[in-house]
């Protein structure tokens, strides 16, 4: 079946510090590819996605870049900020008739200190 | 994208009762999921919401446990029965409009059992 592996966390980086979230994928099909963030005491947000290889997903200084050739989405930002603090999850989608449903890595969570 | 409604956000419930969570979305959506968030764990599906028909459920979970309703296009409900310490988590309601918006959650309930 379909799984997502993500590095573990915490994170812990420095303001303006870059950023890279290890997250590949099994699946049987050709997915599309999520990435997903939890502020402390909220619910998920999308935070951007990509619907076929080669396309980059861009969001709020955030990118991931759909690699079929290694199954890999790491999600990437040049200079992270304290407000970034937050759990990230990596997910998938095969979008198939027999079921459309999210498939999430364990979730990764980074802190950004001053 | 889809704004969705979801009630109660949080409750601390006895062992033994159940609560009913509630999620209402603006608009008609065809495909509509529960999923449960253990605590400092990642998101796992409990169902797919059918319209019309009885709910699809994950591996794991039954539907005398998460009884669930779908009357409609646009408003389902979760049922967390029998609860012990177990159950105690955030609930989700997450959306699927079309695979170009891909998925919405809810803010979430976050349930406490005592």
């Known amino acids: 079946g379909d799984s997502v592996t993500q590095m573990e966390g915490p994170v812990t980086l420095s303001e303006e510090a870059f950023l890279t979230i290890n997250c590949t994928y099994t699946a049987t099909g050709y997915p599309s590819l999520f990435w997903y963030v939890q502020y402390p005491g909220e619910g998920l947000q999308l935070l951007l996605k990509a619907t076929k290889a080669d396309d980059k997903g861009s969001n709020k200084g955030f990118e991931a870049t759909y690699r079929k050739e290694t199954t890999s989405f790491h999600l990437e930002k040049g200079s992270v900020q304290v407000s970034d603090s937050a759990v990230y999850f990596c997910?998938?989608?095969?979008?198939?008739?027999?079921?459309?449903?999210?498939?999430f890595g364990t979730g990764t969570q980074l802190k950004v200190e001053l | 994208s889809a704004v969705i409604s979801q009630k109660p956000s949080r409750d601390i419930c006895q062992r033994g009762t159940s609560l009913t969570i509630q999620c209402q979305v603006d608009?008609?959506?065809?495909?509509m999921f529960w999923y449960r968030q253990q605590p400092g764990q990642s998101l796992t599906l409990i169902a797919t919401a059918n319209q019309g028909s009885e709910a699809t459920y994950e591996s794991g979970f039954v539907i005398d446990k998460f009884p669930i309703s779908r009357p409609n296009l646009t408003f389902s409900t979760l049922t967390v029965s029998n609860m012990s310490p177990e159950d105690s988590s955030i609930y989700l309601c997450?959306?699927?409009?079309?695979?170009?918006?891909?998925?919405?959650f809810g803010s979430g309930t976050r349930l406490t059992v005592v």
């Open positions: 608009s008609q959506v065809t495909m």
């Open positions: 997910a998938l989608s095969e979008f198939t008739g027999g079921g459309n449903k999210l498939t």
């Open positions: 997450s959306v699927l409009r079309d695979r170009d918006y891909g998925y919405t």
